[in-house]
């Protein structure tokens, strides 16, 4: 122990003591004040504002996908520990405690399979003045190979890694800021969106305000759906297999037939539901001459696939469709001609134990086995709300309409098994559930329209309630001001860049429908029906 706060104390001796202000030298000698079980720090650091902090420990398959150092823009003490969950399992928690609190305490969450503390997400609400923590969630790495035989580490992936992070990072905050905290908070999307409707389901009490995006939840039908792509498309090789350009035809085709449904031509489908394309439009006539805009039959029927429900054995809904208009950001991942990485992942190592298990052969008898294991109610999928809603709770779903990897229309399903279990039309859900579905979003960012809502560095349009869903829940749980609309901006390229329209985004079950005058930049000439 006495070692790990040394060297850093060593290192600034030699920079000079005397420029360290209370705050620095609060957070240098942190670690010796902090004794709680099963926590041991590994760092506790000063992070300069306009620095870039290097993440030497990343793990190669975190450092891949969100580089191998993390631009902080507020000055903030970063500490890292190791939090053991069980005799066979730990996690790595990261809490940062800016300079400019704010006195909220907020959790972050994960993606995908991982295994990576999401740096990006620690930055960002440091930078709004959250004492925030973000945790490994259980494993190091993008793979699900760290659940074979490792229940505990399956456990800490299904909930207990962001609980005990919220527990150690409650103390913390506590700990470091005389003043504590009075509300807490939970931003995450994807499997981040699942943790957070975890939490509010089996930890009410955790977060006074949750804000969830494209939520990973019906989880096992999630990766069984995920994985029922491959038998649909085939490999390339096969006849039913659409190349890109295939699926831009689609893309076309789709927008053709459902881009007016809300009274604007603007390449953006506001309400999927609306959108039932027969594709049958698109079969190639006998002895065509140019195919290149027309599919055989048998591509047809893929694509119709696509877009049908996942049904089980017994003919029970296992998974929505693919929401239309999502097909060219999921060409390239879902039906490329592969299975799907993560769902092999899960019935390798955890369904089946076998690492030689394939999805190439994947049925819904397969779907079948893997729901009725369900370990550690992974599936995320209880809805009755009500304990969380006694304590005085928030939840703000989003849900990007071109998803490329969660079917918008899971996020859709949910809301009503929510309102039907706790017998509460959407009037009364808005007290404190609102669900907003975000056009031309893709997966929890991306996409053709107006996506910056402010969920990340990379979709930030201002720290303005109505353009930042995490402000727009610190003003409802604060001030009892809900959120209407979520307004979005469409930036000409990437966050902070030019910004092209605003469109707000309306509250489920209402859609966005352009009554003009003018165009459809034009975001008051959109209502809410
Ligand atoms: C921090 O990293 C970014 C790239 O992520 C780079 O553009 C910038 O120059 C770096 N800043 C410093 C101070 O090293
Ligand atoms: C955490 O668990 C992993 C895997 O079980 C193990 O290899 C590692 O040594 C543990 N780390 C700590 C700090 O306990
Ligand atoms: C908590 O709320 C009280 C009452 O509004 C306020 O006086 C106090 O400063 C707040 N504490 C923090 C940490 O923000
Ligand atoms: C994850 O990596 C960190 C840093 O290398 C290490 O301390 C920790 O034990 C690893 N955790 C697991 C569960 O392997
Ligand atoms: C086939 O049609 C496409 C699109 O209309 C066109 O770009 C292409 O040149 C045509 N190819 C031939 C061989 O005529
Ligand atoms: C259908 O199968 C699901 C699991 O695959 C099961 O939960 C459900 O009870 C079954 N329904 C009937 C009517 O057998």
């Known amino acids: 122990m006495t070692r ?13 003591l005397a420029s360290q202000d209370a705050f620095e030298s609060k957070c240098t000698s942190f670690a010796e004040k902090i004794n709680i079980p099963n926590v041991k720090v590994n760092l506790a650091e000063v992070v300069k504002g306009g620095t870039n902090v290097s993440l030497a420990d990343n793990p190669s398959s975190c450092a891949q996908t969100q580089g191998s150092t993390q631009r902080v823009s507020v000055d903030v003490c970063r500490i890292a520990m190791a939090v053991s969950t069980s005799d066979s399992s730990n996690i790595t928690l990261e809490a940062w405690f800016p300079r400019e609190y704010k ?7 994960n993606g995908g399979l991982s295994g990576c503390i999401q740096y990006y997400d620690l930055a960002y609400t440091a930078q709004l003045g959250f004492a925030t923590v973000g945790a490994n969630n259980g494993h190091n790495g993008t793979s699900g190979k760290p659940f074979y035989h490792h229940p505990e580490v399956l456990k800490d992936f299904a909930y207990r890694s962001l609980h005990t992070g919220v527990v150690v990072g409650k103390q913390l905050t506590k700990k470091f800021y005389d003043e504590g905290f009075n509300k807490s908070y939970y931003l995450g999307c994807s ?6 409707w975890k939490s509010v389901q089996k930890y009410p009490n955790d977060f006074d305000g949750v804000v969830v995006g494209a939520p990973a939840i019906n989880f096992i039908n999630l990766l069984s759906w995920s994985a029922h792509f491959y038998p649909i498309t085939g490999p390339p090789s096969s006849k039913t297999f659409l190349s890109t350009a295939d699926w831009k035809v689609v893309h076309e085709e789709i927008l ?22 027969i594709l049958e439009t698109l079969i190639c006539a006998s002895h065509a001459s140019n195919t290149t805009n027309c599919l055989s039959s048998a591509q047809v029927q893929t694509a119709q696939q696509v877009f049908s429900p996942l049904y089980g054995i017994n003919g029970t809904l296992l998974y929505p469709r693919m929401q239309p208009g999502s097909e060219l950001l999921a060409a390239p991942i879902m039906y490329s001609g592969k299975p799907f990485e993560y769902s092999d992942d899960w019935y390798k190592y955890v369904v089946y134990n076998d690492p030689s298990w394939t999805g190439t052969h994947w049925t819904v008898k397969d779907a079948a086995v893997s729901l009725a294991q369900n370990p550690y109610n ?22 990007g309409l071109q998803d490329q990897l969660i079917s918008s229309e899971d996020s859709k399903l949910y809301y009503s098994r929510v309102s039907d279990t706790m017998k509460l039309p959407p009037s009364k859900l808005d007290e404190f559930y609102r669900f907003f579905p975000i056009s031309g979003m893709g997966h929890c960012g991306d996409g053709d329209g107006a996506n910056g809502i402010g969920q990340g560095l990379k979709t930030y349009g201002g720290k303005d309630a109505q353009d930042n869903v995490l402000m727009a829940m610190v003003k409802w749980v604060e001030e009892g001001v809900a959120p209407e609309t979520v307004r979005g901006a469409k930036f000409a390229n990437g966050a902070g860049s030019k910004v092209e329209y605003h469109r707000k985004h309306c509250r489920y079950p209402r859609r966005n429908v352009f009554k003009g005058p003018g165009k459809s930049t034009d975001e008051n000439a959109w209502h809410c029906v």
């Open 256 to 277: 053709r037939q459902c881009d007016s449904l809300d009274g604007a031509k603007d390449g953006i489908i506001e309400d999927p539901d609306l959108c039932r394309p």
């Open 191 to 196: 499997t981040g969106g699942r943790q957070g």
């Open 4 to 16: 790990l706060y040394a060297l850093p104390l060593l290192a600034l001796a030699s920079m000079g």
């Open 103 to 109: 006195g909220r305490f907020l959790s972050t969450g």
């Open 378 to 399: 992974i599936q995320t999928w209880d809805s009755d709300l009500s304990q969380f809603q006694k304590t005085g709770g928030k939840v703000l779903h989003y849900h």
